[in-house]
């Protein structure tokens, strides 16, 4: 997009929440091609294009049968490759985030290596990639940030079990969740020895289990090994200060290079940052105030080539991930 802002973000880990955007089903090596569709429910996926058997069609049904359902989904068939698809500023530019490809023609299937490395240089979306149970997948995860490796075997009724993950996922609040231990509805729990789930984790994989009764997300990482609500908080933070920064250079007749407008650009900030914390990406600190600061450099403290060309540069903030916990351990005692 072409904004006037641009936004970086550091991430120092520490030794250690989102659902947002439009899902994508994509199908790749199609006899027609379907455009970029928006729709809204599941009829609307077949006046898109897809017929009611079709594995598109499954999919979004199994999108929309999730408790925390997003309101819109996209659906998009194209006749030759998921990964040239990728490389098409058309596709590219639409308001999707997570992505899921499903195929017409098996042989000629694009890898989950492909797609990953593909979506990887995209900023602000997600690949999840939808694997049985004994795949082995080649990928290399190594330096892979944008790509969910979810472990579940399909079934007729339910051909992209992938589709729940990101049905239950997509319609949250932004900062309300962890992807660990999420409740799924329309798929099995795999019944797997704790040695294949370990080694589904040690493949940078996510599972579905049954625990305590419920059947369950196994885990809450991208295949690189962070956590995905982690990215989530990045991404979002980066993307609502770009586009409210922006809209405040739209809508003001004119933004002054002095400390008022530097005031402006400023109370944006903070305004985000405020929005992540009330949504629980932020930490509280332990005074019981929000964990994140923002500095803008003042005019007097700018270049004057800086102020000759109208480029603000003196915008940084500073914040705490609120983090999730994953796993519990009690200790107790008993008096005879």
């Known amino acids: 997009m072409a904004y006037d802002v641009k936004v970086h973000i550091d991430l120092t880990k520490p030794i250690g929440t989102v659902g947002f955007g439009v899902p994508l089903i994509l199908l790749e090596n199609a006899e027609t091609a ?4 928006k ?25 929309f049968s999730q408790q925390h359902a997003p309101k819109h989904i996209a659906v998009c068939a194209v006749t030759g490759s998921a990964v040239d698809a990728l490389a098409d500023e058309a596709l590219v530019g639409k308001d999707w985030r997570q992505l899921i490809v499903v195929n017409a023609d098996d042989t000629a299937a694009s890898t989950v290596t492909s797609i990953a490395a593909a979506v990887e240089p995209l900023e602000g979306k997600l690949y999840f990639a939808g694997l049985e149970t ?8 190594s330096g892979i940030r944008r790509t969910v490796l979810f472990y579940c075997d399909a079934t007729d009724a339910a051909p992209v079990p992938v589709a729940a ?6 319609g949250r609040t932004a900062g309300s969740f962890t992807y ?15 040695d294949e789930i370990d080694a589904i984790h040690e493949k940078g994989g996510i599972t579905f289990l049954a625990k ?6 196994s885990e809450g990482k991208l295949a690189g090994g962070e956590y995905i609500d982690m990215l989530d908080v990045e991404d979002y933070i980066v993307q609502q200060l770009a586009y409210r920064t922006q809209k405040l250079l739209n809508n003001t007749a004119k933004v002054p290079y002095d400390n008022n407008g530097i005031a402006l650009l400023e109370t944006v900030a903070i305004d985000v940052l405020q929005g992540a914390y009330n949504n629980g990406m932020i930490a ?19 270049s004057e080539e800086d102020r000759s060309n109208r480029r603000y540069l003196g915008g940084s903030f500073h914040f705490a991930l609120a983090g999730a916990i994953h796993k519990v351990e009690i200790s107790g005692t008993i008096t005879a």
């Open 34 to 37: 379907v455009a970029f569709t």
């Open 39 to 63: 729709v809204s429910s599941i009829t609307e996926v077949v006046t898109a294009g897809f017929e009611a058997a079709s594995v598109v069609y499954k999919a979004a049904q199994l999108m």
């Open 134 to 141: 004994d795949d082995d997948t080649t990928i290399t995860v």
């Open 165 to 170: 993950f990101v049905g239950e996922t997509a």
């Open 180 to 194: 660990k231990n999420l409740i799924l509805t329309g798929i099995p729990a795999q019944e797997l020895s704790d």
């Open 212 to 217: 305590a009764g419920d059947n369950v997300t």
């Open 284 to 302: 509280t600190n332990a005074d019981g105030a929000p964990d994140f600061s923002v500095t803008y450099a003042l005019r007097e403290d700018t």
